[in-house]
């Protein structure tokens, strides 16, 4: 057991990922004690092991709760509940948990927490932007195709420096305690809209293309995905595509008194790093 009064760091789990390494950058740049958990971290958190829990939340009184692969796989409700409830009891006062907009595991994984007791503030994200630069469809912008089974059903895709901007406010200031901030961007964009946009930022030649889920499941497999993310993709697309979420949210604007960053400032942004460019490597990254 953790003094309270010695606990100082702030833990961020999947602090090299899309929204945790934003979080930790920001933390530093504030000279705030900050650990990145993640199987890389000193030292390492594994949400498949156990045994690396209580030694990542060792001196801990705060923590970004970013689960991976996603709250809507098996097992990651009860995961993220013991892990809060560990924390707790470790000293941990303040948790800010990263969830997914419209998906009723992420919603369940939330009560989770909650149940932990710890002051609570729920960060509920609508498809980041950065899904197109940092992870899932950057390869296939780079091939000139997003094929996805995404129909023309709107998105209000959220830029991840926003999430970061809120993740980190709630991390640092009371205000944020209990509040539920349902996190997207300033405009609904289809698909297509968002690939014209990333088009036109990069320069380059790329469509979307719609497709069933069971050609995307067929052709992800064939590319060597490992069925754990084809069930993942397909559920997801399935569920949260349905038209849930094609409505803004004012998460954003509530929790920071400011207008969320715009799709094209963050494909602008992007295609000026680089990351779209020909023969632009896996190990690039988005701004
Ligand atoms: N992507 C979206 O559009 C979106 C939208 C709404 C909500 N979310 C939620 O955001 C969360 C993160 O998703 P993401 O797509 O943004 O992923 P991500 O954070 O970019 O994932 C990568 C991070 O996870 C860490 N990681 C990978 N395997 C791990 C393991 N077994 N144990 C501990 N850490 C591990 C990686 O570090 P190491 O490799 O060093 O371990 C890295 O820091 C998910 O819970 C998802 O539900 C995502």
């Known amino acids: 057991m953790t003094n309270v009064k010695e606990a100082r760091d702030i833990l961020v789990l999947g602090g090299t990922g899309k929204t945790g390494r934003r979080v930790a950058e920001r933390l530093l740049a504030r000279g705030m004690p900050t650990r990145v958990g993640s199987r890389s971290g000193r030292p390492p958190f594994d949400w498949e092991d156990r045994s690396t829990w209580a030694p990542a939340l060792h001196g801990v009184r705060s923590a970004y709760v970013s689960y991976h692969p996603d709250l809507a796989v098996p097992g990651a409700v009860e995961s993220v509940g013991s892990f809060a409830e560990l924390a707790v009891e470790s000293g941990v006062r303040r948790l800010v948990l990263l969830a997914g907009r419209g998906e009723p595991e992420a919603e369940a994984a939330e009560d989770a927490v909650r149940a932990s007791g710890a002051e609570l503030t729920i960060v509920r994200s609508t498809w980041f932007a950065q899904n197109f630069s940092e992870d899932y469809w950057r390869e296939a912008v780079l091939s000139g195709e997003v094929a996805l089974p995404a129909g023309d059903v709107p998105e209000p895709f959220v830029d991840a420096d926003d999430i970061a901007d809120v993740a980190v406010a709630a991390l640092t200031d009371d205000r944020h305690i209990g509040e539920l901030y349902e996190l ?104």
């Not at 964009?189 to 979307?208: K, N, S």
């Not at 069930?231 to 998460?251: I, K, P, Q, S, Y």
């Open 184 to 287: 997207t961007g300033p405009r609904l964009l289809t698909f297509a809209d968002a690939v014209d946009e990333i088009a036109r930022a990069a320069r380059r030649e790329i469509r979307y293309v719609p497709v069933s889920i069971e050609d995307f499941a067929a052709a992800a497999a064939a590319q060597g995905a490992p069925r754990e993310v084809v069930d993942l993709l397909t559920r997801l697309f399935g569920e949260v595509l349905d038209g849930r979420n094609a409505h803004l949210a004012d998460g954003v604007q509530r929790a920071l008194g400011r207008e969320p960053r715009d799709f094209s400032d963050y494909a602008r942004d992007a295609a000026a790093g680089g990351v779209w460019d020909p023969g632009a490597t896996r190990a690039a990254r988005g701004p």
